[in-house]
């Protein structure tokens, strides 16, 4: 009996020291290996779906959602731009991407607070972890990697090159393999978790030209989610197609798309996508197709019987029945809020939460248990955050930027739900493709520092932001009632306002860091030489000269004004194409601002490592191409080796 007792206390004793131990070190339980396929996402739910997590984009904070509450019972602060998060497989941990500030914070949840960071490479994004929770892996938006971190030791284990943009992450049941979209080239890349190696490359199909151009077609781009489906055979990847064969136009250069991928030879199954006026055709009481743009994401009833499609720029939720041939059968027209981007489904099936981006709420809607039950809203929206910090008028033009939904303010910014500012500005930027146009090819520009660097166009035909209704009247089909050659009723000049203030604040499109520059973000050898090459004997400073590097801010008249009257600083460095044409000036200027097919403004070149192609018409595929292109004195007496260098030291500008 002694001996019994004496085992029995050294047991206690040896517990007690183990706990002591692990809650001195800090270390992190990995007791629960979790048996089911996961993608990162901004809202989440646990398993028993009793609480729902949603990363506020722009303010900054992780909400936790109560679902049987119905309320918000914490808001924790967290990184800059918070994208997207995923649980450790106990469900005690958030895991959150705050893209601006390059790491990964991570939120206990029982504490709901932030107990530790992780750095990563440039603007994380993505991020899941391996099914045991000891791993975590992390998707580099900017760096092209991702980054793999051992939980027990808080540290970088390694880093995986996967190619250009890459977004979200998602991880199969059996935890063999992590997919992972390329946001602009429409390819997915296939990592193997064993050998933490690619293994294989996904490129989606184009979808071919059609004899009506109205028919969906075009080059896959944007690529937002990669969801696995509940048995594990499928994945759904909702992305845009871009024609670029025609002039651009709302009806005829955008459409959305879902794409699904065979998981067992990891290939695209081709006639299984899902295409407007295809699988996504549903009509309204016209007997006219219904439109939806700027497909999202994508959440699967848990049986497997239904999919919802999130178009966060017509704001709709669009309902697969894949019991009934996997068509779409219902499409719920404008979910309230504004831009949602991602939804979750309650585990019975039969309540649908829906992340609201842009007010910050939550949308719920009711699916029904039955086959033939059709989704409906349920209530009013629930407020996710607190505070709202963002300027009211920024906010304002954030949501109209996003937006392709053709009834929510003073007028259409574009016809019939077809297309959003960001359905060619991709997440508010460029999208890598060149779009035909009356004036020739155009390279979709960035809108990083666009308030900042002068005249408006590749051209420089434009000094007004006011000036894009003629964008939005020729490209998305909005606006058409009003006069180009007038000035704007009051309602419609506040919409341009608001768009401008958002565009003109610094942070909602930062210049990106840079990943030519050494990790102490010095400059390199290289580039310092560049550096040099740049400011003297390649002359580059008499056009990108300046703060943000161009000379296009000195476009103006006497009295100080940006003016499109000002040509002198439009150059030809010999870069236009047959393709290009003369124009004669539009309403907006009075026709006083003709341009030829040669000259062109300086564009920033703060951030250009990021945007390629380059050049008005995106004929120049790196900085070493353009460089070398510039048909100058100065440049054409460089050597490669310098143009190296010049290109070395671009390319880390921030």
């Known amino acids: 009996m002694k001996k019994l007792i004496l085992f029995l206390l050294a047991g206690l ?59 918000v019972v914490a808001e924790v602060k967290v990184g800059r731009e918070p994208r997207q998060m995923t649980l450790s497989p106990d469900e005690n941990y958030l895991y959150v991407a705050n893209m601006y500030d390059n790491k990964i914070d991570i939120v206990s949840i029982k504490d709901k607070k932030v107990i530790g960071s992780l750095e990563t490479g440039i603007e994380p994004f993505g991020v899941v972890t391996s099914q045991d929770g000891k791993t975590l ?22 880093e995986i090159e996967v190619g250009d943009r890459p977004r979200s992450l998602a991880i199969t049941a059996d935890g063999s393999k992590i997919y992972v979209p390329q ?127 999130v178009m966060s720029g017509s704001e709709d939720l669009v309902v697969f029945d894949l019991n009934r041939g996997g068509n779409a059968t219902q499409i719920v027209r404008r979910i309230n809020g504004d831009n949602p981007r991602g939804a979750v489904v309650s585990p019975d099936g039969e309540s649908l939460f829906v992340h609201n981006a842009m007010s910050h709420d939550m949308s719920v809607l ?85 308030t900042k660097t002068g005249l408006f166009m590749w051209d420089g035909s434009r000094d007004d932001f006011e000036d894009y209704l003629l964008t939005v009247q020729g490209e998305m089909g909005g606006m058409m009632k009003y006069d180009a050659g007038n000035p704007l009723p009051e309602d419609i000049a506040h919409m341009y306002d608001a768009m401008f203030a958002f565009l003109d604040n610094p942070e909602s499109f930062p210049p990106p860091k840079s990943p030519y520059r050494l990790k102490d973000g010095e400059l390199s050898e290289a ?27 000195k476009a103006v008249d006497r ?22 044409k003369e124009s004669a000036g539009d309403a907006r200027a009075a026709m006083k601002n003709p341009r030829d097919q040669k000259r062109f403004d300086t564009p920033t070149l703060r951030g250009v ?6 050049f008005h018409d995106g004929s120049a595929k790196t900085l070493e191409d353009a460089i070398s292109r510039h048909n100058t ?8 080796g310098e143009i190296t260098k010049i290109a070395e030291y671009v390319g880390s500008l921030e």
């Open 366 to 450: 009711k699916a029904g248990g039955g086959t033939y039950s059709r989704v409906k809203a349920a209530g009013e929206n629930i407020a996710l955050v607190s505070n709202d910090p963002m300027d009211p008028l920024e906010r304002e033009g954030k949501k109209i930027f996003y937006s392709a939904n053709s009834d929510e303010y003073a007028a259409e910014i574009t016809g019939n739900n077809w297309m959003s500012c960001a359905s060619c500005h991709a997440d508010g930027d460029m999208n890598g493709l060149t779009l035909l146009t009356p004036k020739g090819p155009r390279n979709v520009p960035s809108n990083v520092l666009t």
């Open 137 to 158: 892996y992390v998707a580099n938006y900017r760096s092209g990697t991702v980054s793999v971190f051992d939980l027990q030791q808080k540290k970088q284990v390694e």
């Open 559 to 580: 009295n100080g004004q940006l003016t499109t009257d000002n040509q002198d600083f439009l150059y030809d460095i010999g870069t236009s194409n047959t393709l290009d």
């Open 183 to 309: 946001y602009l080239n429409g390819s997915i890349t296939v990592i193997d978790t064993v050998g933490n190696e690619v293994v294989k490359e996904i490129q989606l199909a184009q979808s071919p030209d059609k004899s009506d151009v109205k028919k969906s077609q075009g080059i896959p781009n944007s690529l937002e989610q990669f969801v696995i489906s509940p048995d594990g055979k499928t994945a759904w990847v909702p992305h845009m197609l871009t024609n670029i064969d025609t002039p651009i136009h709302f009806e005829e250069t955008i459409f959305p798309a879902i794409s699904v991928i065979d998981l067992e030879r990891d290939e695209e199954i081709i006639d299984k996508r899902k295409e407007l006026f295809d699988e996504i055709n549903v009509s309204d009481s016209k007997n006219q197709t219904i439109i939806v743009s700027n497909p999202y994401d994508i959440v699967f009833k848990p049986d497997g019987s239904k999919a919802y499609a």
């Open 13 to 71: 004793i040896a517990v007690s020291i183990a706990g002591c131990t692990k809650k001195a070190s800090g270390t992190m339980e990995f007791d629960i290996t979790r048996d089911y396929a996961v993608n990162s996402n901004n809202i989440i739910m646990n398993k028993k779906g009793t609480m729902i997590y949603t990363a506020n984009i722009d303010i900054s904070t992780v909400s936790f959602f109560d679902t049987k509450k119905q309320k």
């Open 633 to 640: 004195k100065e440049l054409s007496g460089l050597t490669r």
């Open 609 to 614: 490592w990021a945007t390629a192609p380059y």
């Open 527 to 553: 580039a310092l030489e560049g550096k040099e090459l740049f400011e003297g004997k390649a002359g580059c400073l008499s056009c990108h000269g300046g703060n943000n590097f161009t000379d296009s801010v």
